[in-house]
């Protein structure tokens, strides 16, 4: 199975989702998953980003951070897209690309809210107030690291707020996203 993570990237505002999510992969790819992360970024990639990253995967060599148009441009070659939330800028772009390839399974990995207060974070946090329901509307899948402010009415939820086994819980939420899709869609 080949899956994307999308993960935010904006200066120290999302280290704490950034260092999960590579956690996450580096499970997965433990797991023999074929397992691949994108993320955004605003300002250059510093070497304490560098060093992070390395820490939560060793087995990963951190690049740099992509280019929206070519992410959005590479989705079709990966079964399920993982994107995680809070999230800033590209959500309008995947939103699109999920309309127009509806057999594709998006599962939203959530987080918890954001909880800067200085104003770039009340920023990221509007653009979340916004975007976050659309992006849950489009999704199959939501794994919930920290409790959901709302239930969207059409993805499955995963909770996983109490789970110490989280990590390890991933591939299942991954198989069971892919086929519930596949028998939503009719494609089996």
Request: net charge neutral; proline share 5%.
């Amino acid at each position: 199975m080949k899956i994307l993570h999308i993960i935010p990237a904006a200066w120290h505002y999302f280290d704490v989702i950034r260092d999960q999510a590579f956690q996450m992969i580096e499970a997965e790819s433990r797991l023999g998953l074929e397992v691949e992360a994108f993320t955004f970024q605003y300002s250059r990639p510093n070497e304490r980003s560098q060093q992070a990253i390395y820490i939560q995967a060793p087995s990963r060599t951190f690049a740099g951070h992509a280019n929206l148009k070519q992410v959005i441009e590479s989705l079709d070659t990966f079964e399920v897209i993982n994107v995680h939330c809070p999230f800033l800028g590209a959500v309008p772009d995947i939103i699109r690309w999920k309309r127009q390839h509806p057999a594709k399974p998006i599962i939203v990995t959530y987080h918890g809210r954001l909880t800067t207060t200085d104003l770039f974070g009340v920023f990221i946090s509007w653009y979340n107030a916004w975007y976050e329901s659309k992006l849950f509307r489009a999704a199959e899948t939501i794994v919930a690291l920290q409790p959901l402010s709302a239930r969207p009415k059409k993805a499955q939820v995963v909770d996983l707020t109490n789970s110490a086994d989280a990590l390890q819980l991933m591939p299942e939420v991954y198989l069971k996203a892919l086929y519930s899709n596949f028998v939503n869609n009719h494609i089996i």
